[in-house]
């Protein structure tokens, strides 16, 4: 089965960190572009951090820049979004993708399209 899922979410302080995991399982995520989006009830869906596994090619929202980084653990074809610095507006669930190429990584995390694959999601509550 083709499939993303997200994991590492829950409950963390404000100033605290949480690392997110997405493993992929049915196909190899080499190759693809990984998105991870988040949303809060009655609100879009924001694209806030992708990068190409092909080129390291990375994108943040503005909103997370400087907070939010990538890894990647090929052998386990999983990808991690590390989260310092927590805010209560980042409390969200919180879900990763993947697609291949469709234009540029930025344009593909902004305008969320282009994304073949979507994990179900995790939820992640910032509050003291």
């Known amino acids: 089965q083709v499939q993303l899922v997200e994991s590492g979410g829950g409950l963390v302080r404000p100033g605290g960190s949480v690392r997110l995991s997405c493993t992929a399982s049915?196909?190899?995520?080499?190759?693809?572009?990984i998105g991870w989006f988040r949303q809060v009830p009655g609100k879009e869906r924001e694209g806030i951090s992708c990068?190409?596994?092909?080129?390291?090619?990375?994108y943040h929202a503005d909103s997370v820049k400087g907070r939010f980084t990538f890894s990647r653990d090929n052998a386990r074809n999983t990808v991690y979004l590390q989260m310092d610095n927590l805010k209560p507006e980042d409390t969200a669930d919180y879900y990763c993708?993947?697609?291949?190429?469709?234009?540029?990584?930025?344009?593909?995390?902004?305008?969320?399209?282009?994304?073949?694959?979507w994990g179900q999601g995790t939820q992640v509550t910032v509050s003291s």
């Open positions: 049915g196909f190899n995520l080499d190759g693809y572009v």
């Open positions: 990068m190409s596994t092909a080129d390291g090619t990375t």
């Open positions: 993708a993947a697609g291949l190429y469709g234009s540029t990584v930025q344009a593909m995390c902004v305008l969320k399209v282009a994304w073949t694959y």
